[in-house]
């Protein structure tokens, strides 16, 4: 009695051996976890035209705005930027020699996104001093923003304009300086030690920060100064948290603006993370 029970132990002993080894190749035959990047990023944006708000401008003044995705392997990038008539389509234009449409992993891209947000607009702003050599280039501005398979932001921003995120209703600025705690900007250290350059290049401050997207974080803001300078980023996310519309949004925010007789630039760019 008690040897056949052994026996009978040791084959169901062995069989669950078997069992748990097909159950091991089947899941390796399954298809992989759904990428985090099927979940929708939508956007939507206004631009003001500047007759609007100043008698006999031209079209020449517009900010330019930039909607860009790009698959990368098994990664999702989007790009999206607002930029002044003066940085125009420069910044784009680098992005699209120096990292679209190479072959990065997604762990690279991060890094090398912020990297060559960096040069693009450190290049741009110096090339427009040489070109202007006036005190016009410190009103420069522009926000851009990097979107990585839905999860990731990389974040810049010049002169005036700003980005805002809403996480759970709460505005946070996310490039203003005391947002950075003991980060530095790109633009001061990359000229740390160089102070006779600095002195010579003044310009607007670019800042470059790296941003989650975690389950509270609703919506990004890029906006212009025209925006800023008539409402707080409390005030304009509350205007739109209840618009699940990006485009909506967008028309919402910019039209406000107009309404509080904003004089600069009017142009913003929503971006929802449903």
Known sequence: MGFRYLRLKLKVFRLKRILLRLAGRKRKLLPAKKPSWMTPVTHGYRVVQHHVIRDGSDDSDLDSVVVQREQIDHTELWYFGIFDALIGDRVTKYMQSHLFGKK????HIRRKGKETLKRAYLGVRAKIKQEQKSEETSRMGSASAMVINGEKLVIATMGDYRTVV?????AYETTSTYNQSAKTHWSRRLFAGNTAYTRHFRGPELVIRGESIDSDTEFLILASSGIWEVMKNQEAVNLISHIEDP????????KEALIRMSRSNISCLIIRFD
């Open 166 to 170: 809403c996480r759970d209703g709460i």
């Open 247 to 254: 485009q909506e949004a967008a028309d919402c925010l910019a």
């Open 104 to 107: 990065l992993q997604e762990a």
